[in-house]
């Protein structure tokens, strides 16, 4: 039952606009990502084939990315320091990332992240601000802000929703009602509303586009 139910899930998630599949989308065609914080377990490890660099300060998440040999290269560092020329990868990526910084932080990060990228930047973060503690023994696990979708559209970004219907989602995105298989179900079947509906969704996956001249549309 549980592998019927696991093979459903990734089912929705393929039609229903799953982050992996519209991560794949987003960087078809290009030939190489930096993907800041990118944790033990990227979603680029879905995607086609391409050159990526991995930067993560927390030493356990970064062996476990390494075992997996899911980036090219690793880079251990803080993303808050960390430096590149400008237009150095095609696509630069923070998937749940900016909602672990201060406000402030996380505006310099984009900023920076519009520099290095020579076509696109993607970001994803919970639709607004969701406490979490630190845990994993990882005290950057702690969410420090809440983004929503009109202030990052007014950074230039196209926002979509993902993960389903907020309401039904609560710590560290887990389903918050019982039977918890029925309501996971229920919350896959709103990805097709939520992501034309972004204020309804529990995560953002917002994307924002390079011109020749590094300047955005």
């Not at 710590?171 to 918050?176: L, M, N, T």
């Amino acid at each position: 039952m549980a592998g019927k139910i696991k093979k459903f899930e990734s089912f929705l998630k393929k039609v229903f606009k799953g982050e992996s599949e519209l991560l794949k989308k987003e960087l078809s065609g290009f030939a190489s990502v930096l993907d800041l914080g990118c944790g033990f377990n990227s979603l680029l490890q879905y995607c086609n084939k391409l050159f990526s660099v991995g930067v993560e300060s927390f030493e356990p998440y970064l062996e476990k990315s390494k075992e997996k040999k899911i980036h090219n290269e690793y880079i251990k560092a803080d993303i808050r320091k960390i430096d590149f020329g400008k237009k150095s990868f095609d696509a630069i990526i923070a998937l749940e990332v900016i909602e672990h910084l201060t406000k402030e932080e996380g505006y310099e990060l984009i900023r920076k992240m519009e520099k290095w990228a020579r076509k696109k930047i993607i970001i994803s973060t919970p639709n607004g601000y969701i406490w979490q503690n630190g845990y994993d023994n990882n005290p950057l696990q702690e969410h420090k802000s809440g983004w929503s979708v009109e202030e990052l559209e007014k950074l230039g970004f196209r926002v979509k929703g993902i993960s389903g219907w907020k309401k039904l989602r609560g710590y560290k995105g887990s389903i918050r009602y019982e039977p918890n298989f029925f309501w996971k179900i229920i919350s896959d079947l709103t990805r097709l509303i939520v992501y034309y509906c972004p204020k309804l969704a529990f995560q953002l996956f917002c994307v924002k586009e390079i011109d020749e001249k590094n300047k955005y549309r």
